[in-house]
């Protein structure tokens, strides 16, 4: 029993994996690149085992994406990361407010919106979202099921089509992985246009 779930275990990440769209990968590429290019910021969040998710992706990325230590890094925060902040903001504003409110403090026109989300549907996410719509910021969006409401507001989606939260969110690591490892392997990609 423990081999058969082992393998449809394996097999269920392997058929998302191979699901998911290279040329939205390949356009979010291009829009975290633009946004190094141009100095702009990029804002990760998510809930939950997202917010993990956002977090260790800026850490990584952060860190690791830019090789040259002649170059500057990529200019990135996670908004999942205050503790103070979020349930501050969740406390006396709303909960669907605990990213948003942090936004209009930080972000401009044409910065980064990174949205990571197993459903797709977390109010907090979306009004995020909404905002970085109204400030005329791209965004990146990272879900599961069917993309979920966030994706509606995405210039890239990346769906794990997977209905189970702790293989969307492997999926959703492995994403966030290969977006360091092809920042580290192709510099050129910062390279001013």
Known sequence: MEHKFFDDYWKDLGNAFGSLDRDAFCRAVEILSGAYRNGKQIF??????SAATANHFVCDFGKNAVSDPSRPRFRMISL???VEKITAFGNDVAFDEIFRQQLINLMDEGDVLLAI??????????????????KKGRIITVSGYDGGKIRTFADVSLVAHLESYE???DIHMIIMHMFVCWFKTHP??????
């Not at 990760?44 to 085992?49: E, S, T």
């Not at 050129?188 to 246009?193: D, H, Q």
């Open 44 to 49: 990760c969040v998510g809930n939950g085992g």
């Open 167 to 169: 293989q969307i969110e």
């Open 117 to 134: 989300s197993a459903s797709g549907n977390s109010p907090d996410l979306v009004r995020a979202c909404e905002y970085a719509r109204e």
């Open 188 to 193: 050129e990609s910062l390279a001013a246009v």
């Open 80 to 82: 999942s990361d205050n």
